[in-house]
Protein backbone atom coordinates (compact mmCIF):
# COMPACT_ATOMS: atom_id res chain seq x y z
CA UNK A 1 0.00 0.00 0.00
CA UNK A 2 1.66 3.38 -0.87
CA UNK A 3 1.99 5.41 2.34
CA UNK A 4 -1.07 6.96 3.58
CA UNK A 5 -1.24 10.45 5.00
CA UNK A 6 -1.04 10.87 8.78
CA UNK A 7 -3.93 12.70 10.46
CA UNK A 8 -2.92 14.48 13.80
CA UNK A 9 -4.66 15.10 16.75
CA UNK A 10 -3.73 17.04 19.79
CA UNK A 11 -5.23 16.08 23.27
CA UNK A 12 -4.21 16.86 27.12
CA UNK A 13 -4.05 14.82 30.28
CA UNK A 14 -6.52 15.66 32.52
CA UNK A 15 -6.96 14.56 36.49
CA UNK A 16 -9.81 12.65 35.00
CA UNK A 17 -7.11 10.39 32.99
CA UNK A 18 -4.98 9.50 36.43
CA UNK A 19 -5.55 6.35 38.33
CA UNK A 20 -4.85 5.63 41.76
CA UNK A 21 -1.11 5.26 41.04
CA UNK A 22 -1.26 8.71 39.56
CA UNK A 23 -0.68 8.32 35.72
CA UNK A 24 -2.46 7.56 32.74
CA UNK A 25 -4.54 4.31 33.64
CA UNK A 26 -4.19 1.99 29.99
CA UNK A 27 -7.66 2.39 29.36
CA UNK A 28 -7.64 5.97 28.86
CA UNK A 29 -4.96 5.41 26.17
CA UNK A 30 -7.27 3.39 24.22
CA UNK A 31 -9.98 6.05 24.64
CA UNK A 32 -7.60 8.85 23.45
CA UNK A 33 -6.95 6.81 20.70
CA UNK A 34 -10.35 6.50 19.72
CA UNK A 35 -11.05 10.14 20.21
CA UNK A 36 -8.25 10.27 17.47
CA UNK A 37 -9.68 7.99 15.26
CA UNK A 38 -13.14 9.69 15.12
CA UNK A 39 -11.11 13.23 14.71
CA UNK A 40 -10.04 11.62 11.59
CA UNK A 41 -13.24 10.46 10.23
CA UNK A 42 -15.32 13.24 11.13
CA UNK A 43 -13.01 15.63 9.31
CA UNK A 44 -13.37 13.87 6.24
CA UNK A 45 -16.93 14.06 7.29
CA UNK A 46 -17.97 10.39 7.78
CA UNK A 47 -18.91 11.24 11.59
CA UNK A 48 -21.42 9.77 13.41
CA UNK A 49 -24.46 11.28 11.52
CA UNK A 50 -22.84 10.02 8.59
CA UNK A 51 -22.57 6.42 10.20
CA UNK A 52 -25.80 6.57 11.42
CA UNK A 53 -27.81 7.38 7.45
CA UNK A 54 -25.41 4.64 6.47
CA UNK A 55 -25.89 1.76 8.30
CA UNK A 56 -22.03 1.14 7.89
CA UNK A 57 -19.04 2.23 9.93
CA UNK A 58 -15.38 1.38 11.01
CA UNK A 59 -14.96 -1.41 13.71
CA UNK A 60 -11.75 -2.95 15.67
CA UNK A 61 -10.91 -5.92 15.90
CA UNK A 62 -7.69 -6.49 17.35
CA UNK A 63 -5.81 -4.06 19.57
CA UNK A 64 -1.48 -4.18 19.80
CA UNK A 65 -0.68 -1.68 22.36
CA UNK A 66 2.82 -0.87 23.91
CA UNK A 67 3.47 1.85 26.29
CA UNK A 68 7.01 3.48 26.05
CA UNK A 69 6.78 6.51 28.61
CA UNK A 70 4.74 7.89 31.21
CA UNK A 71 2.28 10.70 30.19
CA UNK A 72 1.72 13.25 33.05
CA UNK A 73 -0.91 15.19 34.29
CA UNK A 74 -1.44 18.15 32.05
CA UNK A 75 1.02 17.19 29.61
CA UNK A 76 0.22 18.16 25.59
CA UNK A 77 0.46 15.23 22.59
CA UNK A 78 -0.12 14.12 19.37
CA UNK A 79 -1.91 11.36 18.49
CA UNK A 80 -0.78 10.47 15.00
CA UNK A 81 -3.05 7.88 12.96
CA UNK A 82 -2.30 5.94 9.26
CA UNK A 83 -3.36 3.30 7.64
CA UNK A 84 -0.87 0.83 6.94
CA UNK A 85 -2.25 -2.00 5.52
CA UNK A 86 -5.82 -3.13 3.87
CA UNK A 87 -6.77 -6.15 2.26
CA UNK A 88 -10.43 -7.20 1.38
CA UNK A 89 -12.84 -6.29 4.26
CA UNK A 90 -9.73 -6.17 7.09
CA UNK A 91 -7.15 -3.28 7.85
CA UNK A 92 -4.47 -2.22 9.75
CA UNK A 93 -4.27 1.25 11.09
CA UNK A 94 -0.96 2.07 13.66
CA UNK A 95 -1.50 5.06 15.82
CA UNK A 96 1.39 6.93 17.84
CA UNK A 97 0.98 9.45 20.94
CA UNK A 98 4.13 11.78 20.84
CA UNK A 99 4.84 15.23 22.64
CA UNK A 100 6.44 18.21 20.91
CA UNK A 101 10.04 16.81 20.74
CA UNK A 102 8.64 13.45 19.10
CA UNK A 103 9.08 11.66 22.01
CA UNK A 104 6.98 8.31 21.51
CA UNK A 105 4.84 7.60 24.53
CA UNK A 106 2.49 4.98 23.38
CA UNK A 107 1.94 3.18 19.89
CA UNK A 108 -0.95 0.81 19.11
CA UNK A 109 -1.80 -1.19 16.18
CA UNK A 110 -5.71 -1.52 15.42
CA UNK A 111 -6.88 -4.56 12.94
CA UNK A 112 -10.27 -2.55 11.87
CA UNK A 113 -12.92 -3.59 9.15
CA UNK A 114 -16.45 -2.13 7.81
CA UNK A 115 -19.19 -3.17 9.33
CA UNK A 116 -22.56 -2.79 8.38
CA UNK A 117 -24.96 -2.19 11.09
CA UNK A 118 -28.15 -3.56 9.69
CA UNK A 119 -26.01 -6.77 7.87
CA UNK A 120 -23.92 -7.34 11.11
CA UNK A 121 -21.10 -7.72 9.35
CA UNK A 122 -17.92 -6.88 7.62
CA UNK A 123 -18.31 -5.43 4.39
CA UNK A 124 -16.39 -3.72 1.66
CA UNK A 125 -15.27 -0.07 2.07
CA UNK A 126 -16.82 2.21 -0.50
CA UNK A 127 -15.30 4.96 -1.82
CA UNK A 128 -16.11 7.47 0.45
CA UNK A 129 -14.72 5.21 3.01
CA UNK A 130 -11.61 4.77 1.58
CA UNK A 131 -11.15 8.21 1.60
CA UNK A 132 -12.09 8.69 5.01
CA UNK A 133 -9.48 6.08 5.80
CA UNK A 134 -6.92 7.69 3.75
CA UNK A 135 -7.11 4.52 1.65
CA UNK A 136 -5.76 4.38 -2.03
CA UNK A 137 -8.14 5.37 -4.99
CA UNK A 138 -10.21 1.74 -5.73
Given at each position: ??????????????????????????????????Q???D??????????Y??????????????????????????????????????????????????????????L??M??????????????????????????
Amino acid sequence: MADASVHKCEIIILEHHLDAYGHVNNVAYIGFFEQARWDLISSAGCGLEYVKSTGVGPVVLEIQTKFRKELKLRQRVTIKSQMVSWRSKIGTLRQWMEDDAGVLYCEALFTMGMFDLKQRRLVTADATWARALGLPSQ
